[in-house]
């Protein structure tokens, strides 16, 4: 089993930045993909950004490509979503996600491919 705890949401005004951050822990070895998702109410859980473990390769939904970028750092199993110059649409409840296989390097945006999940952190970004 693998736990996630996500931490760094806030609410900030739109052009501001915030960090996430989302701290592995348990059998972290079987994690090849990391992610964050985003939610709102009523809508389906879509993919933001993920980072292949494998060589660092990443993935970025289009409507972040250029403002959001996303790191591991190893050492404490974290991975982090640092997002710029947001937008009152990047409003959403942000969820960290994990998971154990990978297609070649891609870790794929299909949320119920994902095996773990965090409780996700509350971004709200005020025009």
């Known amino acids: 089993q693998v736990q996630l705890v996500e931490s760094g949401g806030g609410s900030v005004q739109a052009g501001g930045s915030l960090r996430l951050s989302c701290a592995a822990s348990?059998?972290?070895?079987?994690?090849?993909?990391m992610a964050w998702f985003r939610q709102d109410p009523g809508k389906e859980r879509e993919a933001v950004a993920y980072i292949y473990t494998g060589d660092a390769s990443t993935y970025f939904a289009d409507s972040v490509k250029g403002r959001f970028t996303i790191s591991r750092d190893n050492a404490k199993n974290t991975v982090y979503l640092q997002m710029n110059s947001l937008k009152p649409e990047d409003t959403a409840m942000y969820y960290c996600a994990a998971r154990r296989y990978a297609v070649g390097r891609s870790c794929g945006i299909w949320y119920r491919a994902y095996n773990y999940w965090g409780q996700g952190t509350q971004v709200t970004v005020s025009s």
């Open positions: 348990g059998y972290t070895a079987s994690v090849v993909c």
